[in-house]
């Protein structure tokens, strides 16, 4: 029997683990101190172009579903919401899952037919999982979101979603400028009704508030800029002789989605007479230019 009057262990004091960031680049120190210090652009949101976006349910199911998608439609700024044919009631399951987007569920406008809910909109984009044989060149949402884009600055643009246990009919997707579907990697890539419409959102709302250039270069810079790496690429010997224009149009087009400003431009044509230099002083010291243009003023 062992002895009652033995000490017992008394217990270990456990003190604060240092976290360790292990596999970090930097220290997590740095980085809160890089991001407090860190100026970021102002953008101004264009209100106006958050209006023209019309997100429409068809045949809705469940009440919880629609306040969850209005919620997220007052999370990313937009305001018209709209029904068709709903097969339920916007009741207290609704108000519940709206948490700050009551006034968007007082503002839903209901429909008989998707003809009425996208009268007026340019440009209709239905969402759908399903891919079939018909179905082709099918969007995804940063797709969707590219074309969208564009509408706003005009008009309207309306997005369909169906109803939670069975999508969009041919029928439904037949009034359709657009289809899209959201990429998975999964065997079940039905998503939440909520969800969906939040990815289309989100790609269209960074569109909307992507940073850009102001000052775009003008068409006749783009083609001073063209006709002198062409004959750069000529003078180099990088262009097939047999058909040189052929790989212009690939450059031309892969410059072009970078949408220079025309300092930009600038030093595209700064690189191209700085290598001439070069190519015309192989035994001179490099000179060193700070400025936009090294190696000389752009040919026009």
């Known amino acids: 029997m062992e002895d009652e009057n033995r ?3 008394k217990p270990r004091k456990r003190g604060k683990r240092k976290k360790e960031d292990k ?3 930097f220290p997590v120190g740095d980085l809160k101190s890089n991001l407090k210090n860190m100026e970021f652009p102002k953008i101004e949101i264009p209100h106006e172009m958050f209006e023209r976006v019309r997100v429409v349910l068809v045949e809705v199911k469940y009440p919880g579903n629609i306040g969850q998608v209005a919620r997220v439609l007052r999370n990313f700024g937009y305001g018209k919401l709209a029904l068709v044919k709903p097969r339920c009631m916007i009741d207290a399951e609704s108000e519940k899952m709206a948490v700050g987007a009551e006034s968007l569920l007082d503002a839903i406008r209901i429909y008989d037919t998707i003809e009425e809910a996208v009268k007026g909109a340019r440009i209709v984009i239905g969402s759908t999982r399903r891919r079939g044989v018909e179905r082709k060149n099918i969007l995804d949402p940063r797709l969707s979101a590219e074309l969208i884009e564009p509408v706003l600055a005009v008009g309207e643009a309306a997005l369909l979603f169906g ?4 999508g969009l009919t041919n029928e439904d997707l037949a009034q359709c400028h ?5 990429p998975s990697g999964s065997d079940r890539p039905s998503f939440n009704l909520s969800h969906a419409v939040a990815m289309f959102l989100y790609e269209i709302t960074y569109k909307l508030l992507l940073p850009l250039p102001r000052n775009y270069a003008l068409h006749e810079k783009y083609e001073g800029m063209f006709n002198h790496l ?3 690429l000529d003078d180099i010997g990088f262009l097939h002789e047999n058909d040189p224009a052929r790989m212009m149009l690939v450059i031309r087009q892969m410059l072009y989605r970078a949408r220079f400003s025309e300092r930009e431009v600038r030093i595209i044509r700064g690189i191209v007479n700085q290598a001439y230099w070069r190519i015309a002083n192989p035994d001179k010291d490099v000179k060193k230019d700070t400025g936009d243009e090294a190696g000389g003023p752009a040919e026009e």
């Open 178 to 182: 657009w289809i899209a579907s959201i």
């Open 230 to 232: 062409e004959k750069f």
């Open 23 to 25: 596999g970090a680049f």
């Open 163 to 166: 109803p939670e246990d069975r």
């Open 7 to 9: 000490e017992k262990p």
